[in-house]
């Protein structure tokens, strides 16, 4: 497992995952349909990534379509899908000469063949870049990601803390949480990486999504940058043992 353990004080580059919340209000509040405050959140989106690597942000994971969003009306998933691919296909060059690699994680069973078409070909055309780790977790569950790590783990060996996040590890590696934010005033994780944001700080803003800027993004990592992480631990004591999470079946 990797993660930002000074906090405060070290250069480490960050993992910064993002839940995207508050596209819908964005669009009913303007008389505008939900679908239209999806397409008005890919603004955002852009400027995130863009402003990411200057804030010493070196991956960052945003939540665009959770398992749970199936339970909406079928105009909207369809509108989502659409939007993902039209995304996907209006993007990959950007992003490929900006040094952007763009990955997917969640699962595919359940997506549309077009959808899943335009991932690997977003994938494949940004393989190279090194700029910004952009992860884009599309029919994500982080429940149904842990089963599926636990399972994996399980019949590799001895399941510890370790061997759990490599089996959660996607083409684009492992890496903890270091700052998780949430837009548009919810406090909750909804299913977005638990494991991972284990030690995560958390930093929660009004502003919906579609509103978000880099500036904003700027704010978030600044507080991040003021806090003091311990682990657990004492400041300025050094740990005197790491236990090493293992369960024996
Ligand atoms: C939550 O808003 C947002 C989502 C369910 C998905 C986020 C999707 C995008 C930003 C657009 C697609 C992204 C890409 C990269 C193609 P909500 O609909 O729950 O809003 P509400 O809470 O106001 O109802």
Do not use: C
Request: aromatic residues 8%.
């Amino acid at each position: 497992m990797q993660s930002n353990l000074q906090g405060k004080t070290s250069p480490t580059p960050l993992h910064v995952g993002i839940i995207m919340d508050g596209n819908g209000r964005w669009g009913e509040r303007r008389g505008l349909t939900r679908t239209e405050g999806h397409h008005a959140g890919v603004d955002a989106v852009r400027r995130v990534m863009m402003a990411a690597p200057g804030l010493n942000i070196d991956t960052l994971t945003m939540f665009a379509f959770s398992s749970d969003n199936w339970k909406r009306p079928k105009p909207e998933v369809d509108g989502m899908m659409k939007l993902i691919e039209h995304y996907m296909a209006m993007e990959a060059q950007p992003f490929a000469d900006a040094g952007v690699r763009l990955t997917v994680i969640g699962r595919r069973d359940r997506l549309p063949r077009s959808t899943v078409a335009a991932i690997e070909k977003i994938e494949a055309i940004t393989a190279s870049g090194t700029m910004l780790n952009a992860r884009l977790a599309i029919d994500y569950s982080g429940r149904h990601a842990l089963l599926a790590a636990a399972a994996r783990a399980f019949w590799n060996g001895p399941v510890t803390a370790d061997s759990l996040s490599q089996a959660l590890a996607t083409g684009s590696g492992y890496r903890d949480i270091d700052l998780l934010i949430r837009t548009s005033g919810e406090q909750r994780l909804s299913d977005f990486l638990l494991w991972e944001s284990a030690y995560a700080e958390l930093w929660f803003t009004r502003t919906l999504w579609p509103d978000f800027t880099g500036e904003e993004l700027a704010d978030a990592v600044q507080a991040f940058r003021n806090r003091n992480r311990r682990f657990g631990g004492l400041p300025g004591v050094a740990p005197s043992a790491a236990p090493q999470l293992q369960v024996t079946t």
